[in-house]
T-cell receptor, first 115, second 111 residues
């Protein structure tokens, strides 16, 4: 089954404790991205990657890191989490084309609470 | 900077009605526009993607149109059903490959 898998689905942690949210897709997609969803602000892109070893900042990259060492995986790293990073996070993937990314497939989300 | 607005923010209709959701955007230099549905506690599901060169896309009871020059898109849902209840989001992508999302229309279809 074609899917984007995020782990963990829920996490409560404390300020400053490094954490990683993993994302894996089994569709051989080139494009992967991370979003955060906040009430009143909607979905905003954090980072995206158009292929292995190619990553770029989205609209709200501050406080986050990503890596793309393999095509299927795109982990999101919070080196020193702070309470303003409490949010619902989504990973997405899609194939690339000349006219930009095609329909995106989303994971089920990770609800992160930073105390 | 691209801004995407969705109207209405919430909608409640009886089953069987045909309905229209609206999405407007400020910068017409887009690659594509995508409509998504989001169910509570779930990620987004892509419904329709319209490339900038296209005027509309159809899938089952859904029809999405795109008017780039006026910066508008509509999602038409025919013969609505309770299972259509969800939040509907539109997103536009330009040359930066960074999609800009609207805040969504929350739809309730009651029996």
């Amino acid at each position: 089954e074609a899917q984007v898998t995020q782990n963990p689905r829920y996490l409560i942690t404390v300020t400053g404790k490094k954490l990683t949210v993993t994302c894996s897709q089994n569709m051989n997609h080139e494009y992967m991205s991370w979003y955060r969803q906040d009430p009143g602000l909607g979905l905003r892109q954090i980072y995206y990657s158009m292929n292995v070893e190619v990553t770029d900042k989205g609209d709200v990259p501050e406080g986050y890191k990503v890596s793309r060492k393999e095509k299927r995986n795109f982990p999101l790293i919070l080196e020193s989490p702070s309470p303003n990073q409490t949010s619902l996070y989504f990973c997405a993937s899609s194939p690339m084309s000349e006219t930009g990314n095609q329909p995106q497939h989303f994971g089920d989300g990770t609800r992160l609470s930073i105390l | 900077k691209q801004e995407v607005t969705q109207i209405p923010a919430a909608l409640s209709v009886p089953e069987g009605e045909n309905l229209v959701l609206n999405c407007s955007f400020t910068d017409s230099a887009i690659y594509n526009l995508q409509w998504f549905r989001q169910d509570p506690g779930k990620g987004l599901t892509s419904l329709l993607l319209i490339q900038s060169s296209q005027r509309e896309q159809t899938s089952g009871r859904l029809n999405a149109s795109l008017d780039k020059s006026s910066g508008r898109s509509t999602l038409y849902i025919a013969a609505s059903q309770p299972g259509d209840s969800a939040t509907y989001l539109c997103a536009v992508t330009g040359g930066s490959y960074i999609p800009t999302f609207g805040r969504g229309t929350s739809l309730i279809v009651h029996p």
